[in-house]
């Protein structure tokens, strides 16, 4: 089964407004990352946030991490109509250096 | 400069059929990995390489998959006896390193479709 899942699967929003996405994992982390997927430029990493570590900001994009509750959540501020994609958490689970596990993704669309 | 390239960007096979995947890294990254993406889904890990140490095959699904690496470049995907439920989208990523505290850097994917 998947390590993260996201919430909700799919979310409308007009642009200028806030989008929050959150993901739930089952096991112990390293670390989180999110990273956005759309047609034109692919997968790309957004922003990575450490265990140890509660909120880190990026630009437009601001992310939490509560390690007792195991998640986190992705908030988009003033969205864009180029901010619609899908947005995937990937976890780093302690104890495989090698891999991330990413979850099901929310589907963001971003309407004018 | 230039980022990681897959090809062929899209085949298409008949059921039964070997397919060979192709992904070229970014110069210098010494993880690469390879991902498998059903449509809606999120990313499914298959296999990892780092450097001249052993892969983790830990997700191919079946004997049927099988990757290789050649150095610290090209690495090409190989699925034998195609099934239908193959189809999907492969993607490949580079990391700097193989702790995954680096970024990974995605290719734009082959896109697999077994009829």
């Known amino acids: 089964s998947q390590q993260g899942e996201e919430d909700p699967q799919a979310l409308s929003i007009q642009e200028g407004e806030n989008a929050t996405m959150n993901c739930s994992y089952k096991t112990s982390i390293n670390n989180l990352q999110w990273y956005r997927q759309n047609s034109g430029r692919g997968l790309v990493h957004l922003i990575l946030?450490?265990?140890?570590?509660r909120e880190k900001h990026s630009g437009r994009l601001r992310v939490t991490l509560d390690t007792s509750k195991k998640s986190s959540s992705l908030l988009i501020t003033a969205s864009r109509a180029a901010d619609t994609a899908s947005y995937f958490c990937a976890t780093d689970p302690t104890g495989t250096a090698s891999k991330l596990t990413f979850g099901t993704g929310t589907r963001l669309q971003v309407t004018l | 400069g230039a980022g990681v390239s897959q090809s062929p960007s899209n085949k298409v096979t008949e059921k039964g059929k070997d397919v060979e995947l192709r992904c070229d890294p970014i110069?210098?990254?010494?993880?690469l990995y390879w991902y498998r993406q059903r449509l809606g889904q999120g990313l499914e890990f298959l296999i990892y390489f780092q450097g001249n140490s052993a892969p983790d095959k830990s997700g191919l699904p079946s004997d049927r998959f099988s990757a290789e690496r050649t150095g610290e470049s090209v690495s090409t995907l190989t699925i034998q006896r195609t099934q239908q439920e193959d189809s999907a989208v492969y993607l490949c990523?580079?990391?700097?390193?193989?702790?995954?505290?680096?970024?990974?850097?995605f290719g734009p994917g082959t896109r697999l479709t077994v009829t």
């Open positions: 990523a580079s990391s700097l390193s193989g702790a995954v505290k680096y970024e990974q850097y």
């Open positions: 110069s210098g990254h010494t993880a």
């Open positions: 946030i450490r265990s140890n570590e």
